[in-house]
Every structure is written in C-alpha cells, then in structure tokens.
C-alpha cells in the first residue's frame, strides 16, 4: 500500500504523516496482511526555509512515531526537496510505502461487496468534523484544519481485530475510509468490483441526530474506520469478538440490489450503481476531453 495525504500533512506536518502511516496499515490490514517494512518517498520544498525544514523534521518525526506504533521497520527510502514554483511550495507530502504478508492466500480479501444479504458493519467511530476533508475543498471550496486525528494504539487494535475475523473466514468484503470518507468508501464497495456490481441499503439514521449534517456524516475523514461485509451467519459473532478487543462496531447495512440507498432521520439518498460506476470509472476520459 502506497498512502499520504498532502492536505493533512499540510495542516499538521506530524499529524498528517501518522496518518499516512495508520493509513498505509489499514489498507493491509483490509486486504488480509500483516504489515512487515515501509519505505518512504519524502516530497518538500526548499528546506533551506525555515517553516520548510519545519514540516519536513515533523514529518519524519510523525512517520517514525508511526512506524514504532505498528512494530514495522523503515528499510529505505528517497527524499525530494525543493519542489516549488512561483506560487509556492509544494504541500508537505510524505508518501508512505508499506509491505506486508498475508500468511493464508484463502485470507486474501477484496474491498467490492460480493453478493446480496451479507451484513455491513462499519468498524470504528462515525466521526465528525469535515477540516481537511475532500469535500470540503472540492464542494466547499475551503480548506481548513484540523485535520482528522489518529490514535495509533486504537488503530492496531482494530487491524488485529479485523485480520481476526478474516482468519475465521467471516469477513466477505474489507475497505478502508480515507478521502472522501464513509460516503465515498461505500459507493466505492458497491462498484468497484471486476463483474455485476452489487448496491446497498444503508442505515445512518443512528449518527444523523448527534452530527446533525449529512454531509459532515458522509463524507468526514476520521481515521480508524472500516467497511466489512460479513456472511449474515457470522456477523454477531463479529460483533461479540469486536466488543472483547474494546473496537466500537456497528452494524449499517445489507448488500443487495442495483442501487446504493442511505436512509437518514430526514429521508433518504438514492444512487444507481450503474451511475456511479460511471461516473468513477469514467472520470479520467472526460477529464482529458476536456
């Protein structure tokens, strides 16, 4: 996996690279694997400024706290400096390359829902706040901080839980939130996949309430958050064995059908799956007509 957010580490040098870091290890942990290394790429502008070195020694030093979280050593890695033009400098963006193993390849996961009726659980806290965020800057039009904390211990908890429940045979699908948020990670879930895309009904009504927007339930980039989907035989014990390792789980939804549907306090959100495939899959020919 290969992770960093610019705009996070331009926020919070520190902050912004444990996140690339935490970031890197879900993925893995998503896909069945344990982490084992990491290499960097270590993007900047000219350290020869002083908010510029800044950004850089935080960020190594946010990288390195990472890494220590996850028991994963850095065997190498390439730095590049002075990436500016006249406008400026680049964001800090320390990209983070991780490695890791997954010991049974019947353990491999993908991240598309796979059929109807298996149960959605999302792993890790709703979230709130959207500093940071995709969407804030692409819908918004603003870019402002914070950006989303990480708690590293709770992060590798829930890695390890995941891959628990992955070993048992219980997990069907696996898919992190990162940019973009829950909002994105699901549309991403129902049609993502290599066949017929499989849709979703999906129930927030429970986070609606407290956060009080939708779009900051949506689409907020909290970190620690994962989509599962598990066969519906299994998805109480997953449940159970999420609450013996202290990872707040819940469940969302059920796959099925053509369409990604999610129900509010206030009504509901409806897209065809087709329409999103579409248009995700179809964004970069369009970009290029122009």
């Known amino acids: 996996s290969t992770d960093c957010n610019g705009m996070h580490c331009a926020l919070d040098p520190r902050e912004g690279a444990m996140l690339a870091v935490a970031e890197a290890a879900r993925n893995l942990a998503c896909s069945g694997a344990r982490p084992i290394g990491v290499t960097d790429n270590l993007n900047f502008g000219n350290p020869q400024r002083p908010e510029i070195f800044w950004q850089l020694r935080e960020a190594v030093e946010g990288m390195a706290e990472g890494c220590r979280a996850f028991g994963v050593p850095v065997t190498g890695g390439n730095v590049s400096l002075y990436n500016e033009s006249p406008a400026g400098a680049i964001d800090p963006t320390p990209v983070v390359g991780m490695v890791g193993i997954i010991d049974d390849p019947a353990h491999i996961t993908t991240q598309y829902f796979k059929g109807e009726g298996d149960v959605i659980l999302l792993l890790g806290c709703a979230g709130g706040g959207l500093g940071g965020s995709l969407y804030a800057k692409e819908i918004l039009g603003q870019r402002f901080g914070p950006c989303p904390g990480v708690d590293l211990a709770f992060e590798r908890a829930t890695h390890e839980a995941l891959l628990e429940i992955i070993r048992r045979d219980w997990v069907r699908s696996a898919h992190d939130c990162a940019e973009g948020g829950l909002g994105v990670a699901l549309a991403e879930c129902t049609m993502s996949g290599p066949g017929e895309a499989v849709g979703a009904r999906i129930d927030l009504s429970f986070v609606d309430g407290p956060l009080g927007r939708r779009d900051e ?21 997953a449940l159970a064995l999420m609450a013996e390792r202290g990872v707040p789980a819940c469940r969302i939804g059920r796959t099925g059908g053509d369409t990604l549907d999610i129900d509010f306090s206030g009504g509901r959100l409806s897209w065809p799956v087709a329409e999103l495939r579409e248009a995700w899959g179809g964004a970069l020919a369009r970009a290029l007509r122009g």
Do not use: D, Q
């Not at 339930?217 to 014990?237: D, K, T, Y």
């Open 217 to 237: 339930v949506l689409f907020n980039e909290a970190s620690g958050r994962i989509v599962a989907s598990v066969a519906e035989g299994h998805f109480r014990e």
